[in-house]
Antibody, heavy 117, light 111 residues
Framework: QVHLVQSGSELKKPGASVKVSCKAS????????LNWVRQAPGQGLEWMGW????????TYAQGLTGRFVFSLDSSVSTAYLQISSLKPGDTAVYYC??????????WGQGTLVTVSS | QSALTQPASMSGSPGQSITISCTGT?????????VSWFQQHPGKAPKLMIYEVSDRPSGVSNRFSGSKSGNTASLTISGLQTEDEGDYYC???????????FGGGTKLTVL
């Protein structure tokens, strides 16, 4: 079966960093682009950007600050989202989603990142 | 770049039909064949319901249909069922700027 499996929930203090993982199983990671989408509590979906899983080149949504970094480890079929200098406003569920060119056809289960002192 | 515009909430009775609109611009919906719709239940990941404006993934009920006219896409759900209750999001690929954009979401209540 085809899955994207994300790492578990995180509770972090302001100023800390977090790294969320997204492991592809049942398909070859490099065959599809990989996107990151966040959803703040009670809010809608926000596209954060994507990573070219062939080249590892990330593209970030306009307005997304340099605190967010997308990366890959193709040897373990895993994509990563790292957020540094965490703020309470970063509290959200972060999803990875496979981009089948025409749509996001496969989603991870989501990772809740809570930033609180 | 602004999100696509959806009604915040809609409601319907079981058996009725309902249409959710999603309005964008000539840089997204108006210039894209890649308009999608997602259903999200509380605490769950979004699920793809419609892609490429009107196509349904395998396993999605044919009660769900999509269309587009100009800068506005629509999702129609016919024969509403209680399990259709949830949040619905549209999405479009963009011809310039950010690769993808989402709508603000519509909360559907089946009374």
């Amino acid at each position: 079966q085809v899955h994207l499996v994300q790492s578990g929930s995180e509770l972090k203090k302001p100023g800390a960093s977090v790294k969320v993982s997204c492991k592809a199983s049942g398909y070859t990671l490099s065959n599809y682009a990989l996107n990151w989408v966040r959803q703040a509590p009670g809010q809608g979906l926000e596209w954060m950007g994507w990573i070219n899983t062939n080249t590892g080149n990330p593209t970030y949504a306009q307005g997304l600050t340099g605190r967010f970094v997308f990366s890959l480890d193709s040897s373990v079929s895993t994509a990563y989202l790292q957020i540094s200098s965490l703020k309470p406003g970063d509290t959200a569920v972060y999803y990875c989603a496979r981009d089948h060119t025409t749509a996001f056809d496969l989603w991870g289960q989501g990772t809740l990142v809570t930033v609180s002192s | 770049q602004s999100a696509l515009t959806q009604p915040a909430s809609m409601s319907g009775s079981p058996g009725q039909s309902i249409t959710i609109s999603c309005t964008g611009t000539s840089s997204d919906i108006g210039d894209s064949s890649y308009v999608s719709w997602f259903q999200q239940h509380p605490g769950k990941a979004p699920k793809l319901m419609i892609y490429e404006v009107s196509d349904r993934p395998s396993g999605v009920s044919n009660r769900f249909s999509g269309s587009k006219s100009g800068n506005t896409a629509s999702l129609t759900i016919s024969g509403l069922q209680t399990e259709d209750e949830g949040d619905y999001y549209c999405s479009s690929k963009r011809s310039s700027g950010d690769r993808w954009v989402f709508g603000g979401g519509t909360k559907l209540t089946v009374l």
